[in-house]
């Protein structure tokens, strides 16, 4: 049992190295978050065991639950899905990153939720590179005057930008939408305040992840690569 988890997670590691190496980057600078929607908690302890230590869920409530059945265990929980206001008490007081944060409402209740438990979230602001209108997240053209008014959420750091690419097999096209997002970094990493450091790019999924790495990705977001089956 799990031997075919240990397989696909090895092949994933393998193909995160090799498309690092490919444009010369050290694989070191790169974190796995297994994202484990709908995957069960024993499947969890067991990837942890193959050592995966970040994780990251889709739910805020199954965030919460999981996390409860998992407690002794020593990863780190992601929240990487669309935030709604009156579910952030449930990922806040479990979770270090925070990856889908686009709107003011959503940072004071971080900030508020955070603040009650003297902790501090890590948080990427979500950018909707592609221009779809099903995706959640700012213009980027938006996405400087969003940084300029959070300096008051001192509980809040936000340390990169997070994106996702179209469903597509026009790999130019998706390699445009990281790269896009890459340059964006680029220009922002010049603002820096007490707590905004732009410096991280969450971006690449299991369909997509080598092109991630490719165009400079320092967290993947990967699930069904590893956990299909489980």
Same mark, same amino acid.
């Given at each position: 049992?799990?031997?075919?988890?240990?397989?696909?997670?090895?092949?994933? /590691?393998?193909?995160? #190295?090799?498309?690092?190496?490919?444009?010369?980057?050290?694989?070191?600078?790169?974190?796995?978050?297994?994202?484990?929607?709908?995957? !069960?908690?024993?499947?969890?302890?067991? #990837?942890?065991?193959?050592?995966?230590?970040?994780?990251?869920?889709?739910?805020?409530?199954?965030?919460?639950?999981?996390?409860?059945?998992?407690?002794?265990?020593?990863?780190?929980?992601?929240?990487?899905?669309?935030?709604?206001?009156?579910?952030?008490?449930?990922?806040? !007081?479990?979770?270090?990153?925070?990856?889908?944060?686009?709107?003011?409402?959503? +940072?004071?209740?971080?900030?508020?939720?955070?603040?009650?438990?003297? @902790?501090?979230?890590?948080?990427?602001?979500?950018?909707?590179?592609?221009?779809?209108?099903?995706? #959640?997240?700012?213009?980027?053209?938006?996405?400087?005057?969003?940084?300029?008014?959070?300096?008051?959420?001192?509980?809040?750091?936000?340390?990169?930008? /997070?994106?996702?690419? !179209?469903?597509?097999?026009?790999?130019?096209?998706?390699?445009?939408?990281?790269?896009?997002?890459?340059?964006?970094?680029?220009?922002?990493?010049?603002?820096?305040?007490?707590? +905004?450091?732009?410096?991280?790019?969450?971006?690449? /999924?299991?369909?997509?992840?080598?092109? #991630?790495?490719?165009?400079?990705?320092?967290?993947?977001?990967?699930?069904?690569?590893?956990? @299909?089956?489980?």
């Amino acid at each position: 049992m799990f031997e075919g988890l240990e397989r696909r997670y090895r092949e994933v /590691m393998k193909r995160v #190295a090799l498309a690092a190496e490919r444009v010369g980057r050290s694989v070191s600078e790169i974190t796995l978050v297994a994202v484990t929607k709908n995957v !069960p908690a024993e499947v969890i302890r067991k #990837a942890a065991g193959l050592g995966m230590s970040h994780f990251g869920e889709n739910r805020a409530q199954e965030l919460r639950d999981k996390y409860r059945q998992l407690d002794d265990l020593d990863v780190t929980w992601h929240f990487i899905g669309r935030i709604q206001t009156n579910k952030v008490r449930y990922f806040v !007081p479990v979770c270090r990153y925070v990856h889908s944060v686009w709107r003011l409402e959503e +940072v004071e209740e971080i900030q508020k939720r955070a603040d009650r438990l003297g @902790k501090s979230i890590s948080a990427f602001v979500e950018v909707n590179v592609s221009g779809e209108e099903s995706k #959640a997240g700012l213009r980027p053209q938006e996405v400087k005057g969003f940084l300029s008014g959070l300096t008051a959420y001192d509980r809040v750091r936000f340390i990169g930008l /997070m994106t996702m690419a !179209p469903l597509t097999d026009d790999e130019e096209l998706v390699r445009s939408v990281f790269r896009r997002l890459r340059e964006l970094r680029d220009h922002l990493s010049q603002y820096d305040t007490s707590n +905004v450091e732009i410096r991280e790019l969450s971006m690449g /999924m299991s369909s997509d992840f080598e092109i #991630a790495v490719e165009e400079g990705a320092t967290y993947l977001r990967i699930g069904s690569a590893i956990f @299909k089956g489980e």
